[in-house]
């Protein structure tokens, strides 16, 4: 459904350019999830950004490569068509729930942005209160509400389901548990991916932390420095991991009763 | 959050004095036609400068008419002014502002620069040409003090709308499928809100000031429209006879742009506790 091949990122820093992906290519079938791992800075969230295309022009721009979804060539998309494919086709969940919502709007009305934006769904009120619902939020006070009044789980919930409001066919989730507490990370993994098998969605998840989406997700592709350097079956990866590299993020992932050392 | 504001905007005093005084004043702006206890271009000669007295409480003018009525028609003369002025340089410098700073690159460069130039003019010898070009009246001052005050409010505004832009809300937005306009109109200028509604609050004031010189030096509202400025200037010729010609209006000046200044600042305070 979606397939990347050779993507090259660059940013620019104060006069010269870093290459932040390289060489870039990876597929991700229909209902599939695919955890992409690495450090920060390894250019994960890069690559979810280059797929719809939000990557600041004054901050860097696409190099060379193509991402095909569903037949489509999205790097060589009109802007208007662009639009289109956002929420609509492609929905990317954002890691930090306190600054992706727009501090002076009601919950209501940034959900209604996606009706809005696309008017090819419908646009009756019921909408937001299902989708709401299908993260487990209470609807009418919610809706209601403006995000400094919601904690940052339900926060993330919101998010979810402006994401799903466009029902799209693939999922981006840039790193969504980082900057929750660990309970929270459960609760919101747990909705996502139920959410993702029963909708059957494609789902790209983005994280530094590999045991957490080897429980997850279908294929784990691990990211250094820009480049793809592993990809396979999650738990193949998890057991017998043949970089060295995805063996030193494994050994990172602290346990107890273990000294680290 | 709007409470939290309205509280902490209560517990400034001076602002809340601001606040009221300009309450006060515009109410005598829209009202001041029907209260005025004189006709404020009557003449009367055989009443010419006249001190404070129950009859006139301001005294009189060189022509006998009564100032404290000519007074409140000037605050409706110097406060519309100050509203139009603004309005137009707040659209102007808001729009501006944030064009420069969402889409950067070379809009920015030329709209900086020309803020650069507009900023290195000054300004009241501009505003002194192009009124002594086009002819005094007061839709001329409006439009001019309008039109040269918006740089200072587009740089601000540019400065505010390059760091709400990065904000991880407005890639949401984008995400969301949201076009450009919107993205501009609804989901970042309510997010910079706050410095131009202080910085058009201070801008009444001086837009207000710039008013009086302009009518002070015979450029700005024409007589026999009363203005606080040409009253002054009236005043200034009999300033040995007849303090209260000058008096007057300098106290109504001082007044309403102290008034402005309070409330602009007190503002300031309440929507950006930092500064």
Redesign the interface.
């Known amino acids: 459904m979606l397939s990347i091949e050779k993507l090259n990122v660059e940013y620019y820093r104060g006069g010269k350019t870093i290459s932040a992906v390289r060489d870039f290519s990876l597929a991700i079938n229909a209902g599939e999830s695919v955890g992409l791992v690495g450090e920060s800075g390894s250019g994960k969230s890069t690559v979810a950004l280059s797929i719809?295309r939000?990557i600041?022009?004054?901050e860097g721009h696409i190099v060379s490569g193509k991402i095909q979804f569903q037949g489509q060539d999205l790097l060589s998309l009109p802007p208007e068509n662009m639009?289109?494919?956002?929420?609509?086709k492609i929905?990317?969940i954002?890691?930090?729930p306190f600054?992706?919502?727009?501090?002076?709007?009601r919950i209501r009305e940034?959900m209604d942005?996606?009706l809005?934006?696309?008017p090819s769904l419908s646009a009756s009120p019921s909408r937001l209160v299902e989708a709401l619902e299908q993260v487990q939020l209470e609807s009418t006070r919610v809706l209601n509400s403006?995000p400094?009044q919601l904690s940052g789980g339900q926060r993330q919930r919101v998010?979810i389901a402006?994401a799903l409001l466009?029902q799209p066919s693939l999922i981006l989730a840039d790193e969504p548990t980082t900057a929750l507490d660990v309970l929270v990370q459960k609760e919101i993994l747990g909705v996502l991916f139920s959410l993702q098998k029963k909708l059957g969605l494609a789902m790209l998840f983005i994280t530094h932390n590999l045991g957490l989406v080897t429980t997850y997700t279908h294929r784990i592709a691990v990211m250094k420095e820009g480049r793809l350097v592993e990809e396979g079956p999650s738990q193949a990866v998890f057991r017998q991991p043949s970089e060295a590299y995805t063996r030193q993020l494994l050994e990172a992932i602290p346990r107890l009763g273990r000294s680290t050392g | 959050m709007i409470k939290i504001y309205f509280q902490r905007f209560r517990q400034n005093h001076l602002a809340m004095a601001g606040l009221l005084i300009v309450g006060f004043l515009t109410v005598l702006a829209l009202v001041s036609p029907w209260v005025s206890p004189k006709d404020p271009s009557l003449q009367d000669l055989t009443a010419r400068l006249q001190g404070p007295s129950p009859s006139h409480w301001m005294g009189t003018d060189d022509l006998g008419r009564d100032v404290f009525s000519r007074l409140l028609l000037g605050t409706r003369i110097s406060l519309s002014v100050g509203f139009v002025a603004v309005g137009i340089s707040m659209s102007v410098g808001t729009f501006l502002g944030l064009w420069a700073g969402f889409f950067g690159g070379k809009w920015d460069t030329l709209l900086m620069r020309l803020v650069d130039v507009m900023l290195s003019i000054p300004t009241l010898f501009l505003i002194l040409a192009v009124l002594a070009f086009l002819g005094p009246n007061i839709y001329n001052v409006m439009a001019i003090i309008g039109l040269t005050s918006w740089p200072g409010l587009a740089r601000l505004v540019r400065g505010e709308c390059l760091s709400v832009r990065e904000r991880e809300y407005v890639q949401a937005a984008k995400m969301a499928g949201v076009s450009t306009a919107r993205l501009l109109f609804i989901h970042i200028l309510p997010n910079v809100v706050a410095p131009i509604l202080v910085s058009a609050t201070l801008g009444v004031g001086g837009a207000i000031l710039t008013e009086s010189a302009l009518s002070f030096l015979g450029l700005g509202v024409q007589p026999p429209t009363p203005s606080w400025g040409n009253i002054l200037s009236i005043g200034r010729d009999y300033l040995h006879i007849a303090w209260w010609l000058s008096l007057f209006p300098t106290l109504a000046i001082l007044v309403t742009v102290l008034a402005f200044n309070l409330l602009g600042e007190g503002l300031r305070d309440v929507l950006d506790p930092r500064t």
């Open positions: 719809l939000l600041r022009p004054q639009r289109d494919i956002r929420c609509r929905a990317m954002f890691q930090d600054t992706s919502l727009n501090p002076v709007m940034q942005e996606v809005k934006a696309h403006y400094h998010m402006i466009g």
